[in-house]
């Protein structure tokens, strides 16, 4: 397997708050890895270190074998990492399809594009039902899936989710998971998934990391860690 | 397209049309119903100043409409703009249009580095640090170590522009028609220009931006590269704007550029529309043509014309609840509105409701003052 | 091509259609006012009649008719702090033409009628005013217009167009220096009041006496600042300390701690009545200071002593009045003046300035008297430049004009105040340039 994502010892932190201590991790192509941990653990700082908003101060952070702890956050974006955000982040006052297009901005391959979107539409036949209304007017659920398709319109080969069951109804959210893994399945596209809810991420991903104050307390295939007495207890009931 | 032609056509001739004795008088009767303001040389000069605050509002509505940052000191810009314009033709032998070139510029330059502090600030700290810019303005001007060139309180007192007479240009038309063409040229430039870069790229890197920082960062724009580009660019509106007032005003000084005018140029773009052209071009008719209306209106229903501002507040808030997008949405709006929409917007009509739609307009939102789901980034994992 | 388009075309229509519409419910009461042009080419070739040298200006007849001289003036009434000049200034000038008008039938038996355009005191909406005034109300002449930097801005369009500039309500020394035949100044200008208020600070105080000046960072402060400069020359006294402000300033506790601080003896002071208030207060109350302070005539108002706070902390202050005040209740022409306010005001009080309303009015009604019932707006200039000895009713110094001497009032008395109000004293001082 390809190794798209190494975390390699790293350490980050805000002013003198230390939020990572020595975090190693990988993620593979077509591989959905899920990231755990209880509040302040370190799950956002992990993704905010991806995605170039926070500077390791130690360590390295590796995309397809380069080197990206220094790069630009929009020079990542064009590298192949895409993030949907926690809290979603839709532009509200545009409707579907222009968030959909401004997913694609830093593409400049517009016939591509164009077919992106279709797929999108495949994924999310809601947004195609829904493109020319606003996103401010869309339900939860469905700005959560724009917010997806707009990660996805970036063409990315690493998609980093932070968070996506936040304020869902568990209904909608099985749904937004099961297309996630049709997704990862369908596209070989690696995915790094932080949630809360432990099980329904693990339910999707092949393996997962329990982060405690900073550093990987535990790694292991998700069937195990579905076992473990220490993430069952913790994370699980 | 024909809608298109026609209006050319209709800014192109417009300062004939009074010469014409049908048009003239049926100008003039429109003046004396209305109060508009649209007849004789003095509807000529209307309509240049009309072009004058489209190319200022145009460049205003770039910076909040779209890229959604506040200015309640734009003034500020349109002085830098007339004092460069003024300056180079007072003191130098410049030529009119490189010296507009060169206020264009500079200002740009100007609205550059004011916008790299603005990064740090947001909403309702951006609106006072630029109301600071406006109010400390007049005391620059007429500081000691620039007073050589601004003249200090005193002001520039420029020629008044005549028409040149290579060409023979001035066998065609008279001043006031030779200063609107001079105005009206660069203002539809600009305008379609603006048009233009709002649905580019960097057009919807703005968007982003104003609807969700957080996004825009995801989405690969470079936040802090376009926040401050969208200040050199409406500062660069502002610049032209500024030159062409100076060159139409042939006078400028400290006091040309008042604090209320500035927080009026903001309340025109949200009542013309945020984020649209037609917004802008509908806020400059408003800014330019609504003292003359409200005069007449005055004396037609008799109320002290002093009360303009009670009269602008109070429709300000009816805008902002009945038509968010302004009244650019509001026509946008009007071929897809239907009685029932109508009843049931009426039906639903509550205190509460409309409060709830003042907390979301725009405006409440870029001032601060709006609901806000987004996080802050730098709180990290709350 | 997106909506914007089908908008604009849309709007486009929709404003013609209402114009048609609104042309044709009115094109029934619009025959009558059909000239609004400045210039009418049938005058030009007119002999001219008197002041030869003055043929340039066209015998235009714009804004007259046989029963009417229709005037316009530019004053801010609205949006900013000089509002307080423009809403008392006018309906003294107002009162006063509707008296004319009724007791006396108007002027040669045309009414006069008084346009005011708001110009928010922005030198931009001025230009904007004026032209409405000129080129669509079509004015025969602009009368007091208010405000240096507006006035500037508007001169050339006005000397351009030969209309008549009369009586501009600023002491700036700028449009009647050098003479612009069209325009005519009215207040005193800042440098002889200055230069008034220098020689009284010569005369009263020992030398070596430390003078301290506060001014406007401005024309306004920096012309009073010269005319201080000149009454103090060769008298051994010096300005020791200049403080200024901002005009959107009006809390005056830094400038008046550092005076304080600097020691000085006496203090002058051009400032407006906001800034003047501030400046007595903060010396009387919060510094216990009772250092001499003499402020320009532009605050020669009851507003002054009102804000310096209660107690009299006013009392003393020394300024220069070219006015009767108002509170000279025996004065033959400010009774009169009360009587024509409270019948023809429109509610509003008698001031000082309602008082300089009117006696702006005066002169205007001299002048077109003068310029006789085939008043035009050449021998309108003439009439103006043979003003003698033109006392008006609340006046303290006559008024001479002539073509080479367009300031209208160069004579002026002091005041101090007392109590409420300030009471003139002393001798007057005349500075006309008129022999």
């Given amino acids: 397997m390809i190794r798209v994502l190494k975390f390699q010892d790293v350490y980050a932190s805000y002013g003198s708050v230390l939020a990572l201590q020595g975090v190693s991790l990988k993620v593979a192509e077509g591989e959905v890895v899920a990231l755990l941990g209880a509040n302040g653990a370190g799950k956002s700082s992990t993704l905010r270190t991806i995605s170039g908003l926070l500077r390791p101060s130690k360590g390295i952070v590796e995309f397809e074998g380069r080197r990206i702890d220094r790069t630009a956050p929009e020079r990542i974006v064009q590298m192949g990492i895409s993030q949907v955000p926690e809290g979603r982040q839709t532009f509200t006052e545009l409707t579907v399809i222009e968030n959909l297009r401004l997913g694609a901005y830093t593409r400049r391959d517009g016939r591509a594009v164009k077919q992106d979107l279709e797929r999108v539409y495949t994924y999310f036949p809601v947004l195609a039902e829904r493109r020319r209304q606003q996103a401010g007017l869309l339900s939860g659920g469905e700005q959560q899936m724009l917010a997806i398709g707009r990660a996805l319109m970036a063409k990315p080969r690493l998609l980093l989710l932070d968070e996506p069951s936040l304020g869902l109804a568990p209904i909608l959210v099985r749904e937004i998971f099961e297309i996630i893994g049709k997704i990862s399945k369908e596209e070989g596209l690696a995915i790094l998934v932080v949630e809360q809810d432990a099980s329904l991420a693990l339910g999707i991903a092949s393996h997962g990391y329990v982060l405690e104050t900073g550093t990987v307390a535990l790694h292991d295939t998700a069937d195990n860690l579905k076992k473990s007495d220490s993430v069952r207890r913790a994370y699980l009931e | ?382 | 091509m997106k909506l914007p388009n089908v908008g604009l075309f849309r709007l486009v229509l929709l404003l013609a259609a209402a114009m048609m519409v609104l042309a044709i419910a009115c094109s029934s009461d619009d025959d009558d006012d059909g000239d609004g042009e400045p210039t009418e080419p049938a005058a030009e070739t007119e002999a001219p009649s008197d002041g030869d040298d003055l043929s340039f200006i066209p015998e235009d007849t714009t804004g007259i008719t046989d029963t009417e001289i229709l005037i316009g003036s530019h004053m801010p009434l609205s949006e900013s702090s000089a509002a307080i000049f423009g809403t008392q200034i006018v309906p003294g000038m107002q009162a006063y033409f509707a008296y004319i008008n009724e007791t006396e039938g108007g002027v040669n038996g045309r009414k006069i009628r008084l346009l005011v355009g708001d110009d928010h005191y922005l030198p931009s909406d001025t230009n904007t005013v004026v032209r409405k005034l000129v080129e669509q109300d079509g004015v025969f002449a602009i009368v007091s217009g208010l405000g240096t930097a507006q006035h500037t801005a508007v001169f050339e369009y006005l000397t351009e167009n030969n209309i008549p500039d009369l009586f501009t309500a600023t002491g700036a020394t700028l449009f009647t220096d050098p003479i612009t035949r069209t325009t005519f100044g009215y207040n005193p200008n800042y440098v002889q009041e200055g230069n008034a208020i220098g020689t009284y600070i010569a005369e009263n105080f020992p030398e070596g006496t430390r003078v301290g000046l506060l001014i406007q960072n401005d024309d306004f402060g920096n012309d009073g600042k010269d005319g201080i400069e000149s009454g103090l020359e060769g008298s051994g006294i010096t300005i020791t300390t200049t403080e200024t402000y901002e005009a959107v300033n009006s809390d005056m506790t830094a400038q008046v701690q550092r005076l304080r601080n600097a020691d000085v003896d006496v203090i002058a002071a051009y400032t407006l009545p906001l800034q003047s208030g501030s400046l007595i207060n903060n010396a009387r109350s919060t510094l216990d200071w009772d250092v001499p302070i003499i402020i320009s005539g532009v605050s020669a108002d009851p507003i002054t002593i009102l804000l310096a706070g209660d107690a009299g902390q006013a009392e003393g202050v020394i300024t220069t009045a070219y006015l009767t005040p108002t509170s000279q209740t025996e004065h033959p022409g400010i009774q009169k003046h009360i009587e024509i306010m409270a019948e023809y005001g429109g509610g509003a009080d008698a001031t000082n300035l309602s008082v300089y309303g009117q006696s702006v009015a005066e002169l205007t009604v001299k002048v077109f008297r003068d310029a006789g019932q085939d008043i035009n707006r050449r021998n309108v200039i003439a009439a103006a430049e043979q003003v003698r000895d033109f006392l008006c009713s609340v006046c303290l110094g006559t008024i001479n004009l002539s073509p080479t001497d367009h300031r209208s009032i160069e004579t002026f008395s002091f005041a101090i105040a007392e109590g409420d109000s300030w009471v003139l004293f002393g001798d007057l001082v005349s500075y006309e340039s008129t022999p």
């Fill in chain 2, 1 to 382: 397209m024909i809608g298109w032609v026609l209006l050319g056509l209709f800014l192109l001739f417009f300062p004939y049309l009074h010469t014409w004795p049908a048009a003239s008088s049926f100008l003039d009767s429109v003046d004396n119903t209305t109060g508009l303001g649209i007849g004789g040389t003095f509807g000529v000069f209307q309509m240049t100043t009309l072009g004058v605050w489209l190319v200022i509002l145009t460049g205003l509505n770039i910076l909040t409409g779209y890229s959604g940052q506040i200015s309640l000191g734009h003034g500020a810009f349109v002085a830098a703009g007339a004092y460069i314009t003024a300056i180079l033709l007072d003191q130098t032998a410049t030529p009119l249009v490189v010296a507009i070139l060169a206020a264009a510029i500079g200002t740009a330059a100007i609205g550059f580095a004011i916008g790299i502090p603005s990064l740090r600030l947001t909403g309702p700290y951006l609106a006072i640090a630029t109301l600071a810019i406006i109010v400390s303005m007049p005391q620059f001007l007429k500081w000691d170590k620039v007073s050589e060139w601004t003249k200090g309180s005193t002001g520039i007192d420029l020629p008044s522009a005549d028409v040149p007479t290579f060409l023979g240009l001035d066998r065609f038309m008279d001043d006031s028609q030779w200063l609107y063409y001079s105005v009206m040229v660069p203002a539809v430039i600009m305008t379609v220009l603006a048009w233009n870069l709002t649905r580019s790229r960097i057009g919807r890197a703005f968007i982003a931006l104003r609807d969700s920082e957080i996004g825009a960062q995801q989405m690969g724009v470079n936040v802090s590269l376009y926040k401050t580009l969208a200040f050199a660019i409406s500062a660069l509106y502002a610049g032209v704007g500024g030159g062409l007032f100076a060159y139409t005003q042939d006078f400028v000084s400290p006091d040309s550029f008042g604090i209320f005018q500035s927080i009026e140029f903001l309340v025109v773009i949200v009542i013309g529309g945020l984020a649209s052209t037609l917004g802008s071009v509908l806020a400059a008719i408003f800014f330019v043509y609504q003292d003359g209306v409200v005069l007449r209106l005055a004396e037609l229903i008799g109320f002290p014309e002093r009360l303009r501002w009670a009269f602008f507040g109070v429709g300000l808030i009816l805008i902002m609840i009945v038509a968010p997008n302004g009244v650019a949405g509001l026509v946008q709006r009007l071929k897809t509105l239907r009685p029932a929409t109508v009843l049931e917007m009426l039906r639903q009509a509550r205190p509460s409701a409309m409060i709830s739609r003042l907390r979301n307009h725009p405006l409440a939102e870029r001032l601060g003052l709006g609901r806000r789901d987004e996080h802050d980034p730098g709180d990290e994992e709350s």
